[in-house]
């Protein structure tokens, strides 16, 4: 994913009130990336398109995302506001994550397979002697270089501890650069002219992707408590966070009831498509609720984020699903549909784990 970092200056009048960190998760570059190199095999294995979509959907948004183990923007996020460190955040996240990803995925396939043979999901056929064959020199060189390359970023970004906007600016940085330099290899001097032309179709198709799901999203956005008062002015409230917090005010207090409002205020923040936004209330209301009845905050709080990220970061709402939709070109409300009853059993089962935990 990639994280915009806005940060406004702490008020000097108050008692060192905290920084405010607004985090704004955009449609990460990388499955463009993966995707056209993925999906051809995919499809070859005899793997519908609804189900390479899913499979990217759940491994790349839901799994790598939620426990966001390397860039570690969502785990800063939930443990600052729940008063834990970080590295407590991500211990606790590591079984749920787990626990969700095992479920969601596997009973993703089950679905998948259950379709397929009563012919409700029909894969396309392809065959071999309608690939191309005739590769150039830039296209085997990419075949190698882009792999490597992206595995160097890695190792490079946990070698070193890169993090943010660091680890952002190295992923877009390595992504530009060898489109630039394929680019020469295949066009040669017109290479300016293929870059400029890439560019304009890629910008074309992003606002082909968005527009018709920006008006849906921006309703959702307007039950943001930061957004609302920027489109309705001073005071507006944010019925999406009121809503969770009227929740957790009239359910009785103990682990599980408690284990389960946190899940639910995640899912429910995370209607907005962003998957971050509700990270600081989950960590707030698991320390706030947690404490009284004596439960491991750190698990509370991670099990917050699994629900959020889950469900805004790109798995539940069809705005939250379009770099995936655009790049397999299956509808992003048909793929929210395929995710939600295994994402739902995924939360579930990982709300039972961190009960447990707890």
Request: charged share 10%.
């Amino acid at each position: 994913m990639v994280y915009i970092v806005e940060s406004a200056p702490a008020d000097t009048d108050s008692m060192q009130k905290p920084v405010l960190i607004r985090w704004y998760v955009f449609i990460t570059i990388m499955t463009m990336i993966v995707g056209p190199m993925m999906i051809p095999i995919a499809l070859r294995a005899g793997l519908p398109i609804i189900g390479i979509a899913a499979t990217m959907n759940l491994f790349g948004h839901g799994i790598a995302l939620s426990g966001d183990f390397v860039i570690q923007g969502a785990p800063k996020l939930t443990g600052s506001a729940a008063g834990v460190g970080v590295l407590a955040i991500l211990k606790a996240s590591i079984p749920l994550v787990i626990a969700t990803g095992l479920v969601s995925t596997l009973l993703s396939f089950w679905m998948l397979r259950r379709d397929m043979k009563k012919g409700r999901i029909v894969a396309k056929s392809t065959s071999t002697a309608s690939l191309r064959t005739d590769f150039g020199a830039a296209a085997k060189f990419a075949a190698v270089v882009v792999p490597l390359t992206f595995l160097a970023t890695i190792a490079t970004t946990v070698t070193i501890g890169l993090k943010g906007d660091d680890a952002t600016a190295l992923v877009g940085g390595a992504s530009l650069l060898l489109f630039i330099v394929i680019a020469f290899l295949e066009y040669r001097m017109k290479a300016y002219e293929a870059v400029m032309k890439k560019l304009q179709e890629g910008f074309t198709f992003s606002i082909n992707i968005f527009a018709p799901v920006i008006p849906i999203a921006g309703f959702f956005f307007m039950g943001s408590p930061e957004v609302s008062p920027q489109i309705l002015g001073q005071g507006a409230p944010g019925y999406l966070f009121d809503l969770g917090k009227a929740l957790a005010a009239h359910v009785p207090l103990s682990v599980i009831p408690v284990a389960i409002i946190v899940v639910l205020v995640g899912i429910i923040a995370g209607l907005d498509g962003s998957g971050f936004s509700g990270l600081v209330l989950v960590g707030t209301l698991a320390q706030a609720l947690g404490t009284p009845v004596g439960a491991n905050i750190a698990v509370l709080a991670a099990l917050g984020q699994m629900g959020s990220v889950w469900s805004g970061g790109g798995t539940l709402v069809p705005w939250g699903v379009l770099d995936v939709s655009g790049v397999t070109g299956c509808s992003p409300e048909a793929l929210t549909r395929r995710n939600f009853i295994p994402v739902m059993a995924g939360l579930a089962v990982a709300t039972v784990v961190a009960i447990v935990l707890m």
